[in-house]
């Protein structure tokens, strides 16, 4: 292999492995988010008014299967 062929082999690689960090980030953060959603929900339930999500929609107490 030349040197070109090395370096492009290194910045596919690293490429992969950013690609993979930031898969797992979004799936952790997508997780943490739904327990928030799921917070709101049983506090809600309890007469307590709290909102940890957007008014311009994404998931909420009314579009969760209860």
Known sequence: MN???IKQ???DIAASLIN????LVHARLR????????YECELRESGVN??????KGGESCSNQAL
């Open 9 to 11: 082999t290194e910045e």
């Open 3 to 5: 040197t070109k062929q």
């Open 31 to 38: 997780g943490l988010f739904s327990k928030a959603v799921m």
């Open 20 to 23: 993979s960090f930031a898969g």
């Open 50 to 55: 709290v909102s940890f999500t957007s008014e």
